[in-house]
Protein backbone atom coordinates (compact mmCIF):
# COMPACT_ATOMS: atom_id res chain seq x y z
CA UNK A 1 0.00 0.00 0.00
CA UNK A 2 1.32 3.48 -0.95
CA UNK A 3 3.18 5.09 1.81
CA UNK A 4 1.65 8.45 1.63
CA UNK A 5 -1.86 6.88 1.85
CA UNK A 6 -0.89 5.20 4.96
CA UNK A 7 0.40 8.06 6.52
CA UNK A 8 -2.46 10.54 5.31
CA UNK A 9 -4.77 7.68 6.60
CA UNK A 10 -3.32 7.52 10.27
CA UNK A 11 -2.99 11.17 10.68
CA UNK A 12 -6.54 12.13 9.31
CA UNK A 13 -7.61 9.36 11.90
CA UNK A 14 -5.74 10.81 14.17
CA UNK A 15 -6.61 14.58 13.77
CA UNK A 16 -10.55 13.60 13.45
CA UNK A 17 -10.57 11.18 16.51
CA UNK A 18 -8.75 14.34 18.41
CA UNK A 19 -11.41 16.94 16.97
CA UNK A 20 -14.31 14.87 17.57
CA UNK A 21 -13.08 14.42 21.31
CA UNK A 22 -12.08 17.92 21.86
CA UNK A 23 -15.60 19.50 20.48
CA UNK A 24 -17.38 16.83 22.38
CA UNK A 25 -15.26 17.40 25.84
CA UNK A 26 -16.29 21.45 25.50
CA UNK A 27 -19.76 20.77 24.73
CA UNK A 28 -19.89 18.80 27.77
CA UNK A 29 -18.05 21.28 29.74
CA UNK A 30 -20.70 24.05 28.29
CA UNK A 31 -23.59 21.62 29.18
CA UNK A 32 -21.93 21.06 32.63
CA UNK A 33 -24.39 18.30 34.98
CA UNK A 34 -27.26 19.49 32.89
CA UNK A 35 -26.60 16.41 30.77
CA UNK A 36 -27.03 13.99 33.17
CA UNK A 37 -29.90 16.05 34.38
CA UNK A 38 -31.67 15.39 30.90
CA UNK A 39 -30.84 12.02 31.10
CA UNK A 40 -32.45 11.46 34.00
CA UNK A 41 -35.51 13.02 33.09
CA UNK A 42 -36.43 9.99 30.40
CA UNK A 43 -39.25 8.99 32.08
CA UNK A 44 -41.27 5.77 31.83
CA UNK A 45 -42.86 6.68 28.51
CA UNK A 46 -40.25 5.54 25.93
CA UNK A 47 -40.75 8.19 23.38
CA UNK A 48 -39.56 11.03 25.49
CA UNK A 49 -36.51 8.81 26.70
CA UNK A 50 -36.30 8.30 22.77
CA UNK A 51 -35.83 12.15 22.03
CA UNK A 52 -34.08 12.77 24.94
CA UNK A 53 -31.05 10.07 23.75
CA UNK A 54 -31.35 11.81 20.39
CA UNK A 55 -30.67 14.91 21.53
CA UNK A 56 -28.05 13.97 23.93
CA UNK A 57 -26.60 12.10 21.24
CA UNK A 58 -26.67 15.31 19.10
CA UNK A 59 -25.33 17.25 21.13
CA UNK A 60 -22.23 15.78 22.70
CA UNK A 61 -21.51 13.99 18.79
CA UNK A 62 -20.91 10.87 20.83
CA UNK A 63 -23.03 8.01 21.01
CA UNK A 64 -20.77 6.29 22.48
CA UNK A 65 -20.60 8.71 25.04
CA UNK A 66 -24.01 8.57 25.70
CA UNK A 67 -24.64 4.64 26.00
CA UNK A 68 -21.84 5.00 28.31
CA UNK A 69 -23.74 7.38 30.36
CA UNK A 70 -27.16 5.33 30.41
CA UNK A 71 -25.10 1.95 31.23
CA UNK A 72 -23.67 4.08 34.02
CA UNK A 73 -27.05 5.32 34.99
CA UNK A 74 -28.68 1.87 34.86
CA UNK A 75 -25.45 0.66 37.00
CA UNK A 76 -26.22 3.01 39.47
CA UNK A 77 -30.14 2.23 39.52
CA UNK A 78 -31.17 5.45 38.45
CA UNK A 79 -32.72 4.42 35.03
CA UNK A 80 -34.75 0.90 34.82
CA UNK A 81 -34.36 -1.25 31.94
CA UNK A 82 -37.26 0.36 29.72
CA UNK A 83 -35.51 3.79 30.42
CA UNK A 84 -32.34 2.76 29.68
CA UNK A 85 -33.30 0.85 26.33
CA UNK A 86 -35.40 3.90 24.82
CA UNK A 87 -32.53 6.61 25.87
CA UNK A 88 -30.15 4.17 23.71
CA UNK A 89 -32.33 3.45 20.91
CA UNK A 90 -32.86 7.65 20.77
CA UNK A 91 -28.95 7.76 20.35
CA UNK A 92 -28.53 5.95 17.39
CA UNK A 93 -30.56 8.60 15.64
CA UNK A 94 -28.76 11.13 17.06
CA UNK A 95 -25.40 9.75 16.25
CA UNK A 96 -26.32 10.13 12.56
CA UNK A 97 -26.28 14.18 12.63
CA UNK A 98 -22.27 13.30 12.49
CA UNK A 99 -23.15 12.07 8.99
CA UNK A 100 -24.73 14.46 7.94
CA UNK A 101 -21.85 17.57 9.35
CA UNK A 102 -19.43 15.34 7.24
CA UNK A 103 -21.42 15.69 4.09
CA UNK A 104 -20.75 19.51 4.34
CA UNK A 105 -17.28 19.41 3.21
CA UNK A 106 -19.09 17.95 -0.39
CA UNK A 107 -20.12 21.78 -0.74
CA UNK A 108 -17.23 22.89 0.98
CA UNK A 109 -13.55 23.53 0.53
CA UNK A 110 -12.93 22.28 4.29
CA UNK A 111 -9.56 23.52 4.29
CA UNK A 112 -9.83 26.65 3.68
CA UNK A 113 -11.86 26.96 6.59
CA UNK A 114 -10.85 24.39 8.40
CA UNK A 115 -7.29 26.37 9.42
CA UNK A 116 -8.66 29.52 10.53
CA UNK A 117 -11.44 27.99 13.06
CA UNK A 118 -8.42 26.02 14.44
CA UNK A 119 -6.45 29.19 15.43
CA UNK A 120 -9.70 30.78 16.21
CA UNK A 121 -11.08 28.56 18.71
CA UNK A 122 -7.20 28.14 20.21
CA UNK A 123 -7.05 31.77 20.50
CA UNK A 124 -10.62 31.68 22.35
CA UNK A 125 -9.49 29.41 24.75
CA UNK A 126 -6.20 30.40 25.41
CA UNK A 127 -6.66 34.41 25.84
CA UNK A 128 -10.53 34.51 27.44
CA UNK A 129 -10.77 35.12 31.21
CA UNK A 130 -14.58 33.39 31.45
CA UNK A 131 -14.82 29.66 31.28
CA UNK A 132 -17.79 29.31 29.40
CA UNK A 133 -16.22 31.48 26.57
CA UNK A 134 -13.08 29.05 27.08
CA UNK A 135 -14.82 26.31 26.42
CA UNK A 136 -16.61 27.67 23.47
CA UNK A 137 -13.23 28.10 21.69
CA UNK A 138 -12.42 24.34 22.66
CA UNK A 139 -15.64 23.66 20.95
CA UNK A 140 -14.80 25.95 18.16
CA UNK A 141 -11.13 24.61 17.60
CA UNK A 142 -12.26 20.94 17.77
CA UNK A 143 -14.41 21.47 15.22
CA UNK A 144 -11.72 22.78 12.98
CA UNK A 145 -9.51 19.67 14.09
CA UNK A 146 -11.98 17.20 12.90
CA UNK A 147 -12.93 18.99 9.45
CA UNK A 148 -8.70 19.14 9.31
CA UNK A 149 -8.72 15.76 9.54
CA UNK A 150 -11.17 14.79 7.05
CA UNK A 151 -9.15 16.69 4.83
CA UNK A 152 -5.89 14.81 5.11
CA UNK A 153 -8.17 11.36 4.44
CA UNK A 154 -9.67 12.81 1.64
CA UNK A 155 -6.27 13.89 -0.21
CA UNK A 156 -4.85 10.42 0.93
CA UNK A 157 -7.54 8.62 -0.47
CA UNK A 158 -7.87 10.33 -4.07
CA UNK A 159 -5.36 7.81 -5.68
CA UNK A 160 -7.63 4.60 -4.73
CA UNK A 161 -9.86 5.59 -7.35
CA UNK A 162 -7.47 4.70 -10.05
CA UNK A 163 -6.72 1.17 -8.64
CA UNK A 164 -9.01 -1.21 -9.88
CA UNK A 165 -8.25 -3.85 -7.89
CA UNK A 166 -9.40 -1.37 -4.33
CA UNK A 167 -12.48 -0.69 -6.67
CA UNK A 168 -13.18 -4.71 -7.10
CA UNK A 169 -13.06 -5.18 -3.00
CA UNK A 170 -15.96 -2.62 -2.85
CA UNK A 171 -17.87 -3.96 -5.33
CA UNK A 172 -17.95 -6.95 -4.04
CA UNK A 173 -19.42 -5.63 -0.95
CA UNK A 174 -22.67 -4.34 -3.28
CA UNK A 175 -22.61 -7.49 -5.04
CA UNK A 176 -22.26 -9.03 -1.54
CA UNK A 177 -24.22 -7.31 1.00
CA UNK A 178 -23.37 -9.66 3.76
CA UNK A 179 -19.58 -9.20 3.36
CA UNK A 180 -20.24 -5.18 3.38
CA UNK A 181 -22.16 -5.57 6.85
CA UNK A 182 -18.93 -8.09 8.14
CA UNK A 183 -16.55 -5.50 7.20
CA UNK A 184 -18.55 -2.52 8.59
CA UNK A 185 -18.73 -4.52 11.86
CA UNK A 186 -14.97 -5.22 12.00
CA UNK A 187 -13.99 -1.81 11.09
CA UNK A 188 -16.22 -0.41 13.73
CA UNK A 189 -14.80 -2.35 16.67
CA UNK A 190 -11.34 -1.91 15.56
CA UNK A 191 -12.06 2.01 15.32
CA UNK A 192 -14.45 1.74 18.57
CA UNK A 193 -16.13 4.65 16.84
CA UNK A 194 -19.09 4.48 14.33
CA UNK A 195 -18.73 7.82 12.86
CA UNK A 196 -15.25 7.47 12.04
CA UNK A 197 -16.33 4.43 9.86
CA UNK A 198 -19.38 6.71 8.18
CA UNK A 199 -17.22 8.79 7.37
CA UNK A 200 -14.32 6.90 6.27
CA UNK A 201 -17.12 4.92 3.96
CA UNK A 202 -18.62 8.47 3.11
CA UNK A 203 -14.94 9.98 2.05
CA UNK A 204 -14.23 7.35 -0.17
CA UNK A 205 -17.18 7.70 -2.04
CA UNK A 206 -16.67 11.24 -2.36
CA UNK A 207 -13.29 10.06 -4.59
CA UNK A 208 -15.40 7.93 -6.37
CA UNK A 209 -13.60 4.73 -4.90
CA UNK A 210 -16.82 3.38 -3.15
CA UNK A 211 -20.52 3.09 -4.85
CA UNK A 212 -23.77 4.34 -2.78
CA UNK A 213 -24.61 0.40 -3.07
CA UNK A 214 -21.57 -1.01 -1.58
CA UNK A 215 -21.76 1.82 1.12
CA UNK A 216 -24.87 0.63 2.46
CA UNK A 217 -24.12 -3.04 3.76
CA UNK A 218 -20.78 -1.41 5.30
CA UNK A 219 -23.04 1.28 6.95
CA UNK A 220 -25.29 -1.23 8.51
CA UNK A 221 -22.49 -3.38 10.02
CA UNK A 222 -21.26 -0.16 11.72
CA UNK A 223 -24.23 0.15 13.43
CA UNK A 224 -24.03 -3.08 15.00
CA UNK A 225 -20.11 -2.42 15.42
CA UNK A 226 -20.65 0.18 17.87
CA UNK A 227 -22.57 -1.74 20.13
CA UNK A 228 -19.05 -3.03 21.50
CA UNK A 229 -18.94 0.60 23.50
CA UNK A 230 -21.90 -0.04 25.82
CA UNK A 231 -20.95 -3.78 26.09
CA UNK A 232 -17.23 -3.23 26.90
CA UNK A 233 -18.49 -0.18 29.53
CA UNK A 234 -20.84 -3.14 31.17
CA UNK A 235 -18.34 -5.65 31.64
CA UNK A 236 -17.83 -5.79 35.78
CA UNK A 237 -21.38 -3.67 35.92
CA UNK A 238 -24.54 -5.37 37.62
CA UNK A 239 -27.50 -6.72 36.26
CA UNK A 240 -29.25 -3.69 34.68
CA UNK A 241 -26.45 -2.58 33.38
CA UNK A 242 -25.82 -5.64 31.43
CA UNK A 243 -28.82 -5.55 29.91
CA UNK A 244 -29.06 -2.01 29.03
CA UNK A 245 -25.93 -2.84 26.82
CA UNK A 246 -27.25 -6.12 25.50
CA UNK A 247 -31.14 -4.36 24.80
CA UNK A 248 -28.54 -1.62 22.45
CA UNK A 249 -27.11 -4.80 20.79
CA UNK A 250 -30.50 -6.35 19.89
CA UNK A 251 -31.98 -3.29 18.57
CA UNK A 252 -29.45 -2.86 15.90
CA UNK A 253 -28.84 -6.65 15.32
CA UNK A 254 -31.91 -7.50 14.48
CA UNK A 255 -32.62 -3.94 12.44
CA UNK A 256 -29.62 -5.00 10.63
CA UNK A 257 -30.94 -8.59 10.12
CA UNK A 258 -34.39 -7.58 8.36
CA UNK A 259 -33.29 -4.53 7.08
CA UNK A 260 -30.85 -6.74 4.84
CA UNK A 261 -34.09 -8.69 3.49
CA UNK A 262 -34.61 -4.75 1.69
CA UNK A 263 -31.26 -4.32 0.76
CA UNK A 264 -30.87 -7.43 -1.20
CA UNK A 265 -33.81 -6.72 -3.12
CA UNK A 266 -32.09 -3.20 -3.79
CA UNK A 267 -35.49 -1.45 -2.40
CA UNK A 268 -33.23 0.23 0.11
CA UNK A 269 -31.28 1.84 -2.10
CA UNK A 270 -34.26 2.54 -4.07
CA UNK A 271 -35.96 4.29 -2.06
CA UNK A 272 -33.05 6.88 -0.82
CA UNK A 273 -32.40 7.61 -4.65
CA UNK A 274 -36.19 8.62 -5.46
CA UNK A 275 -35.35 11.11 -1.81
CA UNK A 276 -32.47 12.85 -3.95
CA UNK A 277 -33.07 15.21 -6.89
CA UNK A 278 -30.93 14.47 -9.89
CA UNK A 279 -29.87 10.69 -8.74
CA UNK A 280 -26.91 10.00 -7.08
CA UNK A 281 -23.36 11.70 -8.11
CA UNK A 282 -20.25 12.03 -6.32
CA UNK A 283 -20.95 15.46 -5.43
CA UNK A 284 -24.01 14.49 -3.32
CA UNK A 285 -23.35 10.95 -2.46
CA UNK A 286 -21.95 11.76 1.10
CA UNK A 287 -25.35 13.45 1.50
CA UNK A 288 -27.00 10.46 0.39
CA UNK A 289 -24.91 8.09 2.78
CA UNK A 290 -26.18 10.35 5.37
CA UNK A 291 -29.78 9.91 4.23
CA UNK A 292 -29.35 6.29 4.28
CA UNK A 293 -28.06 6.20 7.65
CA UNK A 294 -30.42 8.46 9.25
CA UNK A 295 -33.20 6.41 7.71
CA UNK A 296 -32.16 2.88 8.87
CA UNK A 297 -32.12 4.75 12.57
CA UNK A 298 -35.61 6.26 12.36
CA UNK A 299 -36.94 3.43 10.38
CA UNK A 300 -35.82 0.81 13.10
CA UNK A 301 -36.92 3.14 16.09
CA UNK A 302 -40.39 3.37 14.99
CA UNK A 303 -40.53 -0.24 14.56
CA UNK A 304 -38.81 -1.06 17.59
CA UNK A 305 -41.11 1.85 19.23
CA UNK A 306 -44.22 -0.37 19.60
CA UNK A 307 -42.19 -3.51 20.88
CA UNK A 308 -39.74 -1.82 23.78
CA UNK A 309 -41.48 -4.14 26.58
CA UNK A 310 -40.12 -6.88 23.97
CA UNK A 311 -37.07 -5.68 23.38
CA UNK A 312 -36.93 -5.52 27.14
CA UNK A 313 -37.87 -9.34 28.40
CA UNK A 314 -35.51 -10.21 25.69
CA UNK A 315 -32.59 -8.67 27.01
CA UNK A 316 -32.99 -9.93 30.09
CA UNK A 317 -34.25 -13.66 29.07
CA UNK A 318 -30.33 -12.98 27.36
CA UNK A 319 -28.97 -11.80 30.63
CA UNK A 320 -30.26 -13.98 33.27
CA UNK A 321 -30.20 -13.09 37.26
CA UNK A 322 -27.58 -15.22 38.81
CA UNK A 323 -28.07 -16.78 42.20
CA UNK A 324 -26.31 -13.44 44.21
CA UNK A 325 -27.24 -11.36 41.91
CA UNK A 326 -28.41 -7.90 44.09
CA UNK A 327 -31.72 -5.87 42.79
CA UNK A 328 -31.37 -2.14 42.75
CA UNK A 329 -34.32 -0.06 43.42
CA UNK A 330 -36.88 -0.18 45.53
CA UNK A 331 -39.36 -3.06 45.38
CA UNK A 332 -41.72 -1.59 47.76
CA UNK A 333 -42.99 1.67 47.23
CA UNK A 334 -45.63 2.89 44.99
CA UNK A 335 -46.42 6.04 43.85
CA UNK A 336 -50.61 5.40 44.39
CA UNK A 337 -49.99 4.48 47.67
CA UNK A 338 -48.42 7.83 48.94
CA UNK A 339 -52.50 8.99 49.17
CA UNK A 340 -53.19 6.17 52.08
CA UNK A 341 -50.43 7.16 54.10
CA UNK A 342 -50.67 4.46 56.85
CA UNK A 343 -49.85 2.03 54.25
CA UNK A 344 -46.92 3.66 52.20
CA UNK A 345 -45.56 3.95 55.42
CA UNK A 346 -45.40 -0.20 56.28
CA UNK A 347 -43.92 -0.02 52.60
CA UNK A 348 -40.96 2.03 53.87
CA UNK A 349 -40.82 -0.66 57.10
CA UNK A 350 -40.73 -3.43 54.56
CA UNK A 351 -38.40 -1.55 52.37
CA UNK A 352 -36.38 -0.47 55.22
CA UNK A 353 -35.77 -3.56 56.33
CA UNK A 354 -34.71 -4.84 53.20
CA UNK A 355 -31.95 -2.63 52.67
CA UNK A 356 -30.53 -3.33 56.27
CA UNK A 357 -30.50 -6.91 54.91
CA UNK A 358 -28.60 -5.96 52.24
CA UNK A 359 -26.46 -3.37 54.35
CA UNK A 360 -25.71 -6.52 56.89
CA UNK A 361 -24.83 -9.21 54.36
CA UNK A 362 -22.19 -6.97 52.40
CA UNK A 363 -20.87 -6.34 56.11
CA UNK A 364 -20.42 -9.71 56.55
CA UNK A 365 -18.86 -10.81 53.10
CA UNK A 366 -16.39 -8.00 54.02
CA UNK A 367 -15.65 -9.61 57.45
CA UNK A 368 -15.70 -13.03 56.09
CA UNK A 369 -13.22 -12.21 53.49
CA UNK A 370 -11.19 -10.52 55.40
CA UNK A 371 -10.85 -13.07 58.42
CA UNK A 372 -10.86 -16.14 56.12
CA UNK A 373 -8.36 -14.28 53.30
CA UNK A 374 -11.10 -15.07 50.58
CA UNK A 375 -11.01 -12.71 47.59
CA UNK A 376 -14.38 -14.44 46.64
CA UNK A 377 -16.06 -13.38 49.46
CA UNK A 378 -15.36 -9.56 48.83
CA UNK A 379 -16.60 -9.53 45.23
CA UNK A 380 -20.11 -8.45 45.75
CA UNK A 381 -19.74 -6.18 48.69
CA UNK A 382 -19.36 -2.92 46.38
CA UNK A 383 -22.66 -3.88 44.03
CA UNK A 384 -24.50 -4.59 47.69
CA UNK A 385 -23.12 -0.95 49.10
CA UNK A 386 -24.18 0.63 45.60
CA UNK A 387 -27.50 -1.18 45.74
CA UNK A 388 -27.94 0.28 49.62
CA UNK A 389 -26.89 3.88 48.22
CA UNK A 390 -29.99 3.59 45.71
CA UNK A 391 -32.45 2.41 48.21
CA UNK A 392 -31.01 5.59 50.51
CA UNK A 393 -32.00 8.00 48.18
CA UNK A 394 -35.04 6.52 46.89
CA UNK A 395 -36.52 5.71 50.32
CA UNK A 396 -35.46 9.03 51.13
CA UNK A 397 -37.39 10.85 48.37
CA UNK A 398 -40.29 8.77 49.13
CA UNK A 399 -40.50 10.25 52.41
CA UNK A 400 -40.62 13.79 51.24
CA UNK A 401 -43.41 13.44 49.04
CA UNK A 402 -45.44 11.57 51.73
CA UNK A 403 -44.38 14.40 53.97
CA UNK A 404 -46.58 16.87 51.56
CA UNK A 405 -49.59 14.74 52.01
CA UNK A 406 -52.37 15.08 54.66
CA UNK A 407 -51.03 13.00 57.79
CA UNK A 408 -52.02 12.83 61.44
CA UNK A 409 -49.59 13.77 63.81
CA UNK A 410 -48.04 10.37 64.53
CA UNK A 411 -47.12 9.61 61.08
CA UNK A 412 -45.67 13.16 60.46
CA UNK A 413 -43.29 12.67 63.63
CA UNK A 414 -42.44 9.36 62.16
CA UNK A 415 -41.04 10.89 59.32
CA UNK A 416 -37.67 12.25 60.25
CA UNK A 417 -36.60 9.42 62.65
CA UNK A 418 -37.49 6.97 59.34
CA UNK A 419 -35.01 9.29 57.13
CA UNK A 420 -32.52 8.86 60.20
CA UNK A 421 -33.24 5.50 60.57
CA UNK A 422 -31.90 5.15 56.31
CA UNK A 423 -29.03 7.13 56.78
CA UNK A 424 -27.80 4.64 59.87
CA UNK A 425 -28.54 1.65 57.49
CA UNK A 426 -26.57 3.38 54.56
CA UNK A 427 -23.75 4.35 57.04
CA UNK A 428 -23.80 0.82 58.00
CA UNK A 429 -23.12 -0.40 54.10
CA UNK A 430 -20.42 2.58 53.86
CA UNK A 431 -18.25 0.50 56.85
CA UNK A 432 -18.15 -2.63 54.41
CA UNK A 433 -16.59 -0.70 51.96
CA UNK A 434 -13.71 0.00 54.88
CA UNK A 435 -13.48 -3.14 55.57
CA UNK A 436 -13.21 -4.79 51.86
CA UNK A 437 -10.63 -2.24 51.12
CA UNK A 438 -8.77 -3.53 54.98
CA UNK A 439 -9.83 -7.06 53.55
CA UNK A 440 -7.61 -6.80 50.12
CA UNK A 441 -4.80 -4.97 51.65
CA UNK A 442 -4.39 -7.69 54.39
CA UNK A 443 -4.56 -10.07 51.55
CA UNK A 444 -2.63 -8.29 48.85
CA UNK A 445 0.32 -7.35 51.57
CA UNK A 446 0.18 -10.93 53.16
CA UNK A 447 -0.40 -9.35 56.52
CA UNK A 448 0.29 -11.63 59.06
CA UNK A 449 -2.30 -11.45 62.22
CA UNK A 450 -1.33 -13.52 65.52
CA UNK A 451 -3.92 -16.01 67.10
CA UNK A 452 -4.85 -13.63 69.88
CA UNK A 453 -5.28 -11.10 67.27
CA UNK A 454 -7.62 -13.05 65.18
CA UNK A 455 -9.30 -14.30 68.35
CA UNK A 456 -9.74 -11.00 69.18
CA UNK A 457 -11.77 -9.95 65.88
CA UNK A 458 -13.61 -13.25 66.04
CA UNK A 459 -15.18 -11.93 69.15
CA UNK A 460 -16.13 -8.55 68.47
CA UNK A 461 -17.90 -9.66 64.99
CA UNK A 462 -19.45 -11.97 67.13
CA UNK A 463 -21.23 -9.27 68.87
CA UNK A 464 -21.75 -6.72 65.94
CA UNK A 465 -22.64 -9.80 63.78
CA UNK A 466 -25.77 -10.90 66.66
CA UNK A 467 -26.33 -7.01 66.92
CA UNK A 468 -27.29 -6.59 63.62
CA UNK A 469 -29.56 -9.77 63.66
CA UNK A 470 -31.55 -8.01 66.50
CA UNK A 471 -31.61 -5.02 65.49
CA UNK A 472 -33.36 -6.33 62.33
CA UNK A 473 -35.92 -8.59 64.18
CA UNK A 474 -36.51 -5.47 66.58
CA UNK A 475 -37.30 -3.23 63.49
CA UNK A 476 -39.40 -5.68 61.97
CA UNK A 477 -41.66 -6.18 65.03
CA UNK A 478 -41.22 -3.36 67.30
CA UNK A 479 -39.92 -5.09 70.16
CA UNK A 480 -38.49 -2.92 72.40
CA UNK A 481 -36.69 -5.66 74.86
CA UNK A 482 -34.62 -7.22 71.93
CA UNK A 483 -34.20 -3.21 70.85
CA UNK A 484 -32.57 -3.17 74.42
CA UNK A 485 -30.31 -5.93 73.70
CA UNK A 486 -28.87 -4.11 70.92
CA UNK A 487 -27.82 -1.33 73.75
CA UNK A 488 -26.33 -3.62 75.78
CA UNK A 489 -24.32 -5.54 73.45
CA UNK A 490 -22.85 -1.84 72.18
CA UNK A 491 -21.53 -1.24 75.44
CA UNK A 492 -20.49 -5.12 75.15
CA UNK A 493 -18.56 -3.73 71.65
CA UNK A 494 -17.27 -0.51 73.28
CA UNK A 495 -15.51 -2.33 76.04
CA UNK A 496 -14.40 -5.08 73.49
CA UNK A 497 -12.88 -1.94 71.44
CA UNK A 498 -10.75 -0.48 74.24
CA UNK A 499 -9.58 -4.26 75.41
CA UNK A 500 -8.42 -5.31 71.56
CA UNK A 501 -6.45 -1.52 71.87
CA UNK A 502 -4.51 -2.41 74.72
CA UNK A 503 -3.68 -5.88 73.80
CA UNK A 504 -2.59 -4.76 70.59
CA UNK A 505 -0.54 -2.28 72.11
CA UNK A 506 1.42 -4.80 74.05
CA UNK A 507 1.60 -7.29 71.29
CA UNK A 508 3.38 -3.95 69.39
CA UNK A 509 5.49 -3.64 72.44
CA UNK A 510 6.64 -6.83 72.58
CA UNK A 511 7.61 -7.33 68.88
CA UNK A 512 4.58 -10.14 67.90
CA UNK A 513 3.12 -7.65 65.13
CA UNK A 514 4.23 -5.30 62.13
CA UNK A 515 3.38 -1.92 62.52
CA UNK A 516 1.03 -2.48 59.30
CA UNK A 517 -0.61 -5.46 60.60
CA UNK A 518 -1.10 -3.48 63.96
CA UNK A 519 -3.00 -0.39 61.57
CA UNK A 520 -5.29 -2.60 59.91
CA UNK A 521 -6.04 -4.23 63.21
CA UNK A 522 -7.02 -1.11 64.68
CA UNK A 523 -9.01 0.05 61.78
CA UNK A 524 -10.85 -3.16 61.17
CA UNK A 525 -11.94 -2.59 64.94
CA UNK A 526 -13.02 1.05 64.74
CA UNK A 527 -15.04 0.47 61.36
CA UNK A 528 -16.58 -2.67 63.42
CA UNK A 529 -17.46 -0.20 66.16
CA UNK A 530 -18.80 2.17 64.10
CA UNK A 531 -21.73 -0.45 63.03
CA UNK A 532 -22.33 -1.33 66.03
CA UNK A 533 -23.27 2.51 67.11
CA UNK A 534 -25.20 2.83 64.15
CA UNK A 535 -27.65 -0.03 64.72
CA UNK A 536 -28.02 1.14 68.33
CA UNK A 537 -29.28 4.18 66.87
CA UNK A 538 -32.12 2.69 65.01
CA UNK A 539 -32.56 0.35 67.86
CA UNK A 540 -32.72 3.40 70.24
CA UNK A 541 -35.51 4.80 67.84
CA UNK A 542 -37.59 1.87 68.67
CA UNK A 543 -37.05 2.14 72.63
CA UNK A 544 -38.30 5.79 72.53
CA UNK A 545 -41.68 4.48 71.05
CA UNK A 546 -40.85 5.84 67.68
CA UNK A 547 -41.86 2.60 66.37
CA UNK A 548 -45.38 3.13 64.19
CA UNK A 549 -47.85 1.14 64.06
CA UNK A 550 -50.91 1.58 62.08
CA UNK A 551 -53.56 0.94 64.19
CA UNK A 552 -52.20 3.62 66.73
CA UNK A 553 -52.88 5.68 64.10
CA UNK A 554 -56.41 4.44 63.55
CA UNK A 555 -57.20 4.92 66.79
CA UNK A 556 -55.74 8.57 67.50
CA UNK A 557 -57.50 9.53 64.30
CA UNK A 558 -60.94 8.93 66.43
Known amino acids: MDKELVYGLIGGLGLFFFGMQTMSEGLKKVAGDRLKKILHMATAIPVIGILVGAAVTCFIQSSSATTVMVVGFANAGLLSLKQATSVVIGANIGTTFTAWLVSSMAVFNVTHYALPVVGIGFAIRQFSRKKNIRFWGEILMGFGILFLGLSFMKDAFAPLKNSQHIKDVFIMFGDNPLLGVLAGIVFTVVLQSSSATITIVQVLAFNGVISFSAAIPIMLGDNIGTTITAQLAAIGS ?8 MSHTLFNCVGVAYMLIFVYTGWFEKAVTVTVPGGITTRNIMFCIAVAHSAFNVINTLVFLPFIGVLEKMSI ?3 PKKKDTVELGVQYLEKHLLNTPSIALEQVEKEMIRMLDLALKAVTNAVKGFLEDDKKKLRPVADIEQ ?23 EESEMLPVLIHDVNDIERVGDHSENIMELAEKKIEEKLIFTEDAMRGLKLIWHEVSSMGTETRKALETGDIDLAKKVEEREARVNRLQKTLKKEHVDRLNRGECSFRSGMVFLDFVDNLEKVGDHLTNIAQGIIEGMRWKPEEFEKSAV
Open 238 to 245: NLPARRAA
Open 317 to 319: WLV
Open 387 to 409: AVDTLQSEITQYLIELSQKELLN
